[in-house]
């Protein structure tokens, strides 16, 4: 109970948990069980939750924001259905998330902002068509 008590976690996580602590792995099944029948844990709203805050928190990707899901345990039928529900949203988080950057990197020369911007982008799992349509809304253009 105190682990969860912290923040949601998947069953994989708690078992990955409990298991740390010396439980055994009966037990610690029984234990999830038990904590599932009562409605504590539950990895679909748990899944819907960390889409959220991926998608607008950390401005991830769709594919970012599934590898999250997936570090924290969460099934990747869980994690596929979840995304199913939506339409496609990366656009809009790209451009959001380079504007926010974009206003420190104005200062460098042209090419660097776009060499930075580009991987602050991939590395948060967009794709190289999105960051380019992205990057045709962007003036690179340095302002005096």
Sequence with gaps: ???LSYRGRSEKE????LIKKGISR??????????????????KS????LKREALTTKMLSRNGARRFMM????PVDIADMVFSETDDTDIDNA?????????VLKNYPP????RRLYGLLSRRGYSSD??????????????D
């Design 1 to 3: 109970m105190k682990l």
């Design 14 to 17: 708690l078992e990955e948990r």
């Design 26 to 43: 009966t037990e610690a099944f029984s234990a999830i069980e038990y904590l599932k029948h009562a409605g504590l844990i539950d990895d």
């Design 46 to 49: 748990l899944a819907k939750t």
């Design 71 to 74: 570090n924290r345990g969460i």
């Design 95 to 103: 451009a959001r998330f380079a504007e926010k950057k974009f206003r």
């Design 111 to 114: 090419e660097t902002a776009k």
């Design 130 to 143: 999105t960051i380019m349509t992205v990057f045709r809304k962007i003036n690179f253009t340095k302002e």
